[in-house]
């Protein structure tokens, strides 16, 4: 049952991710483009997600998950250089690309070499992202 939750939360993900044009990475990169033809939709979309999670979060607090197990403790919020390394290779890869993981992933279902190379890169960074985690953290 939690996996078909799960594969259905990630397929309407997909769809609002297609549906909002989120796929596109001219539309993407025109929300990063300040002084150009700057496009404030990407704004509405990270609204439209950012708000309603907001509001679970304060509803579950004292709740359980309908599927078992418990939610995700709140994150310590702290800026160390794991999290501006990271980032920063985000944003680079976001505003270079104009993709970012979910939806590089929604593009692959309409082919394209451009998002598969991108996937190939992310797949890349993520088995790479460990060895350098431990250096930075190794690091004074």
């Not at 800026?79 to 890869?93: E, H, K, S």
């Not at 998002?115 to 250096?135: E, N, W, Y």
């Amino acid at each position: 049952m939690r996996n078909m939750i799960a594969v259905l939360s990630g397929a309407l993900f997909g769809i609002g991710l297609y549906l909002a044009d989120m796929t596109n990475t001219v539309k993407v990169q025109g929300f990063l483009d300040f002084f150009g033809s700057w496009d404030p939709t990407l704004a509405f979309v990270m609204g439209g997600a950012i708000i309603p999670m907001a509001v679970a979060w304060a509803l579950t607090r004292s709740r359980k998950p309908l599927v078992g197990g418990e939610f995700p403790a709140r994150p310590e919020a702290k800026f160390d250089r794991r999290l501006i390394v990271g980032a920063i290779l985000f944003g680079m890869g976001w505003g270079l690309v104009g993709l970012c993981p979910g939806p590089a992933l929604a593009s692959l279902s309409y082919g394209g070499i451009g998002g598969l190379v991108f996937l190939v890169a992310m797949l890349s960074g993520m088995l790479i992202a460990p060895k350098v985690s431990a250096l930075l953290d190794s690091k004074p």
